[in-house]
């Protein structure tokens, strides 16, 4: 019998491979969610991404099924390394209520990851949801605003397309 892991397993961490899939099984089966989740820790470090972008995908349209998940995303900020994880845990973490201070601890990675990995994707996904809690909460404006111009200045041409049309939304939200 397959488990969802034999469908998420691969060699070509550029493939998404069977994730959509995965997605579509979840989300006429929410029980399986807790599996997929979990994924995002697998020792494979495959299995870990495909699972990231299936949990992502599924919390983007049901945010309840990861907002159950807050206090294990939360704590295990510092744990997370893999590029191809960052980038979906950075969105997901724009998917879940978050009290102030919690918004407070999930903005200290983002700011961090935006100034220390190097993979774009996770750049541009760190800028969204900074951008998504400033919108959130006013007194992020100007150190989210500041933080995307300083990443525009030398940074790739997705990161500046990304960062002026957030610096625009960011810009209407002030006045």
Request: aromatic share 8%; with cysteine.
């Amino acid at each position: 019998m397959l488990t969802i892991y034999d469908l998420l397993k691969g060699h070509d961490l550029r493939s998404i491979g069977k994730s959509n899939e995965v997605v579509r099984l979840v989300t006429s089966d929410p029980v399986l969610f807790d599996e997929v989740f979990n994924g995002i820790f697998h020792e494979d470090k495959v299995i870990r991404a495909r699972s990231a972008d299936a949990v992502e995908k599924v919390a983007k349209k049901y945010p309840g099924y990861i907002q159950k998940k807050k206090k294990i995303l939360l704590k295990n900020l510092p744990n997370f390394k893999q590029k191809e994880v960052l980038w979906h845990i950075a969105m997901m973490l724009g998917y879940i209520k978050l009290t102030t201070n919690e918004m407070a601890r999930a903005s200290e990675y983002l700011f961090r990851w935006l100034n220390s990995e190097e993979s774009i994707i996770v750049k541009v996904m760190c800028m969204q949801t900074l951008s998504d809690y400033a919108l959130k909460n006013r007194r992020m404006l100007k150190s989210v605003r500041d933080e995307i111009r300083k990443q525009m200045i030398n940074g790739a041409p997705a990161i500046k397309a990304r960062g002026k049309k957030l610096l625009k939304i960011l810009e209407q939200e002030r006045k």
